[in-house]
Every structure is written in C-alpha cells, then in structure tokens.
Antibody, heavy 120, light 106 residues
Framework: EVQLVESGGGLVQPGGSLRLSCAAS????????MNWVRQAPGKGLEWVSY????????YYADSVKGRFTISRDNAKNSLYLQMNSLRDEDTAVYYC?????????????WGQGTLVTVSS | EIVMTQSPATLSVSPGERATLSCRAS??????LAWYQQKPGQAPRLLIY???TRATGIPARFSGSGSGTEFTLTISSLQSEDFAVYYC????????FGQGTKVEIK
C-alpha cells in the first residue's frame, strides 16, 4: 500500500525558513517522480514543485521560484521541500503526491498534509 | 499558465440524483485532465485521469468525458459519501487546478 507521510510544518515568522519532509513507503520510491501541492485555508489546490525520480528534472511554480527548493534522498525514501523567505501567502497545508503510473501524469496518491503557518 | 475554470461553484443535489460538473481549460489540454475528490480534513483523492479513465477502486457511478478545452464529471446517482469538493486538474503543461465545485446535499 502506497503511504506518504509529511512532517515539518509549524508556525514561522515572515522571512523565516522551514524544511518539510515526506516519508514514502509501499512502493519503490526511487522509480517515481514526486510533487508538492499546497492548499491555503479554505482555498483550492496549488501545485508547487515537481522532481523526477533521479532528480534530473525539477520544476517550480512561479509563486515559489527562487525561494523554495525541492530535493529527494532515494536511499532514505524521502522527499523534501526547503522553504526560505516565507511570506504570509505561503500559509497552507502542504501535500506530497506521487505520479505513480505516469511521470508526467496525474497525482495518483497523496499524503495527509502538514500545515505551515507564516505569521508574526 | 493554463487556467482551469469549474462550474458551478456549488451544486445542490439530492441523494440518488445525478450530478454534472463542468471544467473548462483556457487552451487545449488534449485528454490530459484529471478529477479529484476532497472531503473536509482529508487529502484529495484521484477519481479520473486521461479525462475518462477511472482510477483504481473508483466506483462506476463516476464518469468523465471531454477533450480539448471542455470536460465533464458525472456522478450518476449520488451517495452520501459523494458529498465533497471536486477539482479538475490539467497536466498537459505545468499542473494547474480548477477552483473546485462543492457538491452539497439539497
């Protein structure tokens, strides 16, 4: 069974930094591309970032480019999101999601999310 | 950026009735369109991909259609567990989501 468990969320001041983690199990993590998607309170879904299985291809949404960095450690079955220069508008639940059947396809499985609150 | 527009924002339906949700893309996304269901406090769940293919374990009452810029999600006979928010998402380019349609009990 595919399982994705996010951690690392919390309260941070504007301008601060936070590192999110996503622990994967139930599948061969190193073979699949991964994503971060966020959802502001009471709002819709926003794709944040993508990383291919080998980390050779990385994409970011314009809203986070230059501030966020996605990475992965295939030996540890883990996905990361380093978030710097955080803004109020980055407040959201952050989900990790896997492209399980197609590396450029839909988001087949999602974690339960971790809440990031940016506030002074 | 491809903008996805869903309608209506809210759909009030009685259990057992049919629900039809629409999604429009600002430019063609071919059949690279997915639908997700999200219940309060839960992560989204993939329902449909490739515009019309049900994901693993999704009941047959859920069906998707369309291509290019116009797409539809139909729930043939609403069950109590189907009342939720539904999002469309294109993956023809950088992934973008619609703003969601809330299906509520009438």
């Amino acid at each position: 069974e595919v399982q994705l468990v996010e951690s690392g969320g919390g309260l941070v001041q504007p301008g601060g930094s936070l590192r999110l983690s996503c622990a994967a199990s139930g599948f061969t993590f190193s073979s699949y591309s991964m994503n971060w998607v966020r959802q502001a309170p009471g709002k819709g879904l926003e794709w944040v970032s993508y990383i291919s299985s080998s980390s050779s291809t990385i994409y970011y949404a314009d809203s986070v480019k230059g501030r966020f960095t996605i990475s992965r450690d295939n030996a540890k079955n883990s996905l990361y999101l380093q978030m710097n220069s955080l803004r109020d508008e980055d407040t959201a639940v952050y989900y990790c999601a896997v492209n399980y059947y197609d590396s450029s396809g839909p988001l087949d499985y999602w974690g339960q999310g971790t809440l990031v609150t940016v506030s002074s | 950026e491809i903008v996805m527009t869903q309608s209506p924002a809210t759909l009030s339906v009685s259990p057992g009735e049919r629900a039809t949700l629409s999604c429009r893309a600002s430019q063609s996304v071919s059949s690279n369109l997915a639908w997700y269901q999200q219940k309060p406090g839960q992560a989204p769940r993939l329902l449909i991909y490739g515009a019309s293919t049900r994901a693993t374990g999704i009941p047959a009452r859920f069906s998707g259609s369309g291509s290019g810029t116009e797409f539809t999600l139909t729930i043939s006979s609403l069950q109590s567990e189907d009342f939720a928010v539904y999002y469309c998402q294109q993956y023809n380019n950088w992934p973008t989501f619609g703003q969601g349609t809330k299906v509520e009990i009438k």
